[in-house]
């Protein structure tokens, strides 16, 4: 018996899908106050741009769908 397999519908074959926490950019901006407690009133907080912990800083992440294969089991 052969496996019927389609295109996944979800990342279009790809594989990879954009990831939606850093819109695909790989980076996000982190706010970082060293000093929550002192200096309140200071701007000690300001946005770093780090990168994306959901993609490791690529942009896209693997597929739910397929798992990365690009393909799926027609069912
Ligand atoms: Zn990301
Ligand atoms: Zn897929």
């Given at each position: 018996m052969r496996k019927q397999?389609?295109?996944?519908?979800?990342?279009?074959?790809t594989g990879k899908v954009t990831c939606n926490k850093c819109a695909g950019t790989g980076c996000r901006m982190y706010y970082k106050n060293p000093l929550p407690h002192v200096f309140a009133f200071v701007t000690y907080s300001f946005p770093e741009a780090m990168g994306c912990y959901s993609c490791n800083a690529t942009?896209?992440?693997?597929?739910?769908?397929?798992?990365g294969s690009g393909e799926i089991n027609k069912k």
């Open positions: 397999k389609v295109k996944c519908p979800n990342c279009n074959g942009g896209k992440i693997v597929c739910k769908t397929c798992k």
